[in-house]
């Protein structure tokens, strides 16, 4: 029997965490906001997720957007089997669907971060539905799968983005705990600031960014290793627990 799901999810209702990938807003700086807390009502609104509750010594690594499309780190997903999830905003990518073809084909996931990457928060209800269901089916269009995880930008949100998500096929809402600096350094919106079993990574990706996202992925998988853990696909741990 599976468990419900507000016993097994950090979540936030109304207030958005953040601290990953990419340009954000001030005021969503996670560490300064609530710890996330369960939703109400399983069932009828999509988990908010940060960290999966497990017993395997596995973390999971999230890239956000899709500006940088380092070739390399094909072969580092394809030679390392990394199950890795790519959070892709379409205005973004623009012509680089091709790359994420090719990540998909050996083991990357592709998942929805919406069309235009806009702070959601706030905006009403058929303004963010449009953001979400719109990459749901850009993305089905061009891999012939619609993603069930969603990453709002900013990782700010709010109940009516979660309301627009389910609406949309999105079956769970992916923050993270954990996120890259630039200088690889690891940054944590909340708890011990240690990376631990079942943990959400944010890896920033940018085209200017340097060390390159393969060389600040590997020094990421070192660390990950020193600790005794390995990667996990979140989607199977995720479905485990929905």
């Known amino acids: 029997m599976r468990r419900p799901v ?22 969503s700086d996670g560490r300064a906001q609530d710890p996330p807390r369960a939703v109400s009502a399983p069932g009828s609104l999509p988990p908010v997720v940060d960290h999966v509750p497990t017993r395997e010594p596995v973390v999971f690594l999230t890239y956000d957007d899709g500006a940088e499309r ?23 990518v623009g012509p680089g669907y091709g790359h994420f073809a090719r990540l998909r084909a050996v083991g990357a996931s592709i998942q929805n971060h919406t069309l235009d990457h806009p702070a959601l928060r706030g905006l009403p209800y058929a303004g963010q539905r449009a953001e979400i269901c719109g990459q749901q089916h850009k993305l089905r269009s061009r891999f012939g799968v619609s993603p069930r995880l969603f990453r709002p930008p900013y990782g700010t949100y709010d109940r ?23 200088d690889g350094e690891l940054t944590y919106t909340r708890g011990e600031p240690a990376l631990r079993a079942g943990d959400i990574v944010s890896v920033p990706a940018g085209e200017s960014m340097s060390p390159s996202l393969t060389e600040r992925t590997g020094r990421l998988l070192r660390e990950i290793e020193r600790r005794g853990l ?13």
């Open 6 to 27: 507000a016993a097994l999810f950090c979540a936030v209702l109304l207030a958005g965490c953040a601290g990953g990938a990419g340009e954000r807003p001030e005021a």
């Open 230 to 242: 390995r990667v996990g696909r979140l989607e199977d741990h995720l479905e485990d627990h929905l």
């Open 70 to 92: 380092d070739p390399r780190f094909v072969g580092l997903v394809r030679e390392r089997r990394l199950p890795v999830s790519m959070f892709l905003t379409d205005s973004v």
């Open 160 to 182: 009516t983005t979660l309301r627009a998500a389910a609406d949309c096929g999105i079956t769970a809402v992916v923050l993270w705990r954990a996120s890259l600096t630039a």
